[in-house]
Structures are given as C-alpha cells and as structure tokens.
C-alpha cells in the first residue's frame, strides 16, 4: 500500500494552482478582451468562413492531446489514471500560461490583449511541448514537479521559436524543429539534471500488462487519424493544404507499416513488440512537418515515413539502453525515439528538400502560415530572397542546432530547479502508483466487509 505524501505536499498543489488561476482571473479582467469582427455583411462572411475552415481541425487536435496522447501514456499499468488526469491538467495550464505570455507579446494593443480561436491554437501548440517532455520523467514526479516543468517550458519555447521560425526564418509548418525536437531534447535536460548520476532498477510497476498495452494502442490510432489536422492547421487554405494532408497520410502509412517489419525482424520469435508499434507508426507524423507543405514528391514522403519508424524501433531497441547504461540517462517513455530521431531527419529532409526540388512556378511553393503570426520573415511563394535556396537550407540547419541546443540548456536549468527541497523527488515505492495522487475504492476491504475472507483475499489478487 502506498504511503501518503508529507502534508506540505499535499497542500502545495492546491495552492500553487488556486494562486496561479486567481491571478489569471485577474489578469483576465483587466487586460483580455475578444477580438471583434467587422460588422459589415462581407467582412462577417468571410469571418464565418474562417472559423469553419479552421474550428474541424481545432477540434481533431483537442481529440489528439486530451485523448490519443492521454491514452498513449497508459502503458504503466498501475499510473494510467495519472498519466491521464495530469496530461489534462498540464494541457490547460500550459495553454492558459502560454495565452498571458503571447498576448503579452504579440497581441497586447492599447492596453488590451485581443482573444480569438486562433491565439488559443497556438497557445495549444506550446502547450504540446510540455506534455510531450514531460514523458521523460513521467510517473518518478509530482505534479508540483510537473507544473514547474511546464511554468519554465512554455515561455522558453516562446523564445525558441521567435528564433527559429522568425529570426532564421526556418521553414516548419508542422513543428518538426520547433515543437518536436524542442520538447524531446527540453526533457531529456529535465530528466538529466533531475535524476544525475543514478541509476534506478527497472520497477516492477514500470512492467507493462497487455491491459495497459492496449489503451496505449489505442492512444495511437487516435493519435494518427487525427494527424493530418494538426499538420494542416496552420497551412494556407487551398493547394498547400491539400499537399499536407496527402503528404501526412502517406508518410504515417509508410510508417505504420514499417514499424510492423522492423519490430518483427528485431525479435528472435518475430513477434512484435507494442512499444515498438505504439510509437513507430506515429514516427512518420513527427518528420514530415517539416516538409508537409512542400511539393516533395510522393516516393519521398514514403520513404522518410518509413525511414523514421526504423529509427524510431532501432531507437527502443538499441539507443535507449546504450544512454541509460553510459549516460545514466533516464526517458521513461521513449521522447528520443518518437519525437528526437524522426524530428532531427524530418529537419534534414526539408534542407535536402530546399536544395533538390525544383521551385514551383504556380507560386504556392514551400508557402505556409507561420507559427507565429508576426513572422515577418518567413519565407513563401518559393522565392528565397537573397539567401537563396543553399542559404535556406542553412537556416534550415541553424534552426534544429538552436532548437537542440537551446532545450537542452534550458532543460538542465529547469531539472535542477525541481531538486529544491520544496519539490523533494518521491521516493522509490511511491513511483509509477496512482494511489500516491488519487483516492482509490479499497475493492478488497469493501468486499470483506460483506463477504468471506476467501473473496476478500481474491479481490486483492485481481488488483495486483
């Protein structure tokens, strides 16, 4: 049985949340206000016609965040409800920190920050980046610890991406570099900093059951429907659209199916192993945001769908060990194989991309919406500017080293920050156990009330 949490503990959640939500309400009362349309009739079309192109997609992402990858966490067997209700949490209050943040930012304007359905998908996207590091150290943490993570996360990813997609005018409409390889590498310096040097047994509540492996599972299939929404969200409505999603599909196909082969092959038996499926099929997915949007032709979406998902199985099956054996490096679950390796190909795809593929005369070529509206500085149209196609495929590679770079420092700041004795790492038996942040039915002590000692003993056994 697990043993409940010091009181300062427990009150501390409670009160860093009541504190940080009552003076969002503040700063929503006096600053926020809703961007108001035109009131004339075609202004007020157009206006619907833009909440009806990009409201779908919104909603398909809400679906991926708060139930795909919700349920693609569930594979500790005794930490689902956690992992779920946390990564819930983490996605409203990282929105909600990341809305202050950009309206301070970009929208703050005669003393008021102007609120619409597109700030809050971007604000979405920030919040992406933590749920996504936060796998690293999932289920050996807090939610205290957690909510540090995403406090010091969101506007670290603000600045990285004014960089990446503003300053370098990096090509990324899917988040490749700025979401995926951000986050990986932001929790990897989390998971470094916080755990050091030691070198944790695996626990045996860490020992997926086939329960668990199938609600991950289904985490995934959710998780790659829905994909090609949060790819083309940002994309110009029309033609580039259109190349993302088509792109999308058959880059998450690819790898799907090569997913399949490399984790049969891997195995003496050729079974497959879930792990190697839950995250290999979505490999294709991380990569191609790079180069959704770009008329690369279709062979080569394949081909770099299947060549992530082989890395991303090779990742699980060879990389991990190796970093945790002589790096001490802890990735609970897997962050580097699903959003590192296919991220860091996805970045070198758009360059060789940039370099290779003709320009397109139609003028829709390598165009996009940027992740950050004020992007003065991106690059549409297929015109390169004085840079030229050499000198974007270097912004291409100067915007992954800032993106690696830049987390990881930022990652090792943020771990050591959760080693202070206010946020005391939870010792060895209270990890990966729900009981530690939810109060569980006692089915065992409710049946041997009314029933036999035998039944109360069999309850007790299903539970384990």
Not at 174 to 189: E, K, M, N, Q, R
Not at 236 to 258: D, E
Not at 429 to 435: E, G, M, N, T
Request: hydrophobic residues 50%.
């Amino acid at each position: 049985m697990a043993m409940p949490p010091p009181a300062c503990s427990r009150h501390l959640l409670p009160l860093s949340l009541g504190l940080f939500q009552g003076a969002l309400l503040l700063f929503f009362a006096v600053f926020v206000t809703y961007d108001e349309p035109s009131v004339r009739v075609e202004d007020a079309n157009l206006v619907a016609n833009q909440l009806y192109g990009i409201f779908p997609l919104f909603q398909d992402i809400q679906v991926m965040l708060v139930v795909g990858l919700g349920l693609l966490l569930t594979f500790l067997p005794r930490y689902g409800l956690s992992a779920l209700a946390h990564n819930f949490l983490l996605l409203n209050f990282s929105a909600q920190w990341a809305l202050v943040l950009q309206g301070l930012l970009h929208r703050f304007h005669h003393g008021q920050v102007h609120l619409d359905l597109h700030s809050l998908l971007l604000a979405e996207f920030a919040a992406v980046t933590v749920l996504i590091s936060v796998g690293a150290i999932l289920g050996r943490t807090s939610p205290c610890q957690l909510l540090v993570v995403a406090a010091c996360e969101v506007p670290v990813y603000l600045a990285s991406e004014w960089v990446i997609v503003t300053h370098l005018g990096v090509l990324d409409v899917g988040g490749t570099i700025t979401i995926h390889v951000f986050s990986c590498y932001f929790g990897l310096g989390v998971s470094k900093a916080l755990f050091r040097a030691a070198k944790h047994p695996v626990h045996p509540k860490e020992i997926p059951t086939p329960r668990s492996d199938l609600l991950s599972l289904v985490g995934t299939l959710i998780l790659w429907v829905f994909w090609p929404s949060f790819m083309a969200v940002l994309c110009q409505p029309g033609a580039t659209q259109h190349r993302a999603i088509l792109n999308t599909l058959l880059a998450m196909s690819a790898s799907a199916v090569t997913s399949v082969v490399a984790s049969s092959l891997l195995e003496k038996d050729g079974k497959l192993s879930p792990g190697h499926l839950q995250n290999g099929s979505l490999a294709g997915g991380v990569a191609i945001g790079a180069v959704a949007n770009m008329t690369v032709p279709p062979v080569a979406t394949l081909a770099l769908g299947s060549i992530s998902a082989m890395a991303c199985v090779l990742g699980f099956r060879f990389l991990t060990p190796l970093l945790a054996r002589k790096l001490a490096l802890r990735d609970q679950c897997g962050i580097h194989n699903l959003h590192g390796l296919p991220g860091i190909l996805g970045a070198v795809a758009s360059a060789v991309a940039i370099l290779v593929t003709p320009e397109d005369t139609s003028g829709s070529h390598f165009s996009q919406v940027s992740p950050i509206e004020h992007n003065a500085s991106a690059v549409a149209g297929g015109q390169w500017g004085d840079r030229g196609a050499g000198g974007q495929a270097l912004c291409q590679a100067a915007g992954l080293a800032v993106a690696i770079s830049g987390s990881l420092l930022a990652g090792l700041l943020a771990g050591t920050m959760l080693r202070l004795p206010c946020l005391a790492q939870l010792p060895e038996q209270l990890c990966f156990d729900d009981s530690l942040n939810f109060k569980l039915q006692d089915h065992a002590g409710s049946l041997g009330q009314g029933g036999t000692a035998e039944e109360g003993a069999l309850a007790l056994k299903e539970q384990v």
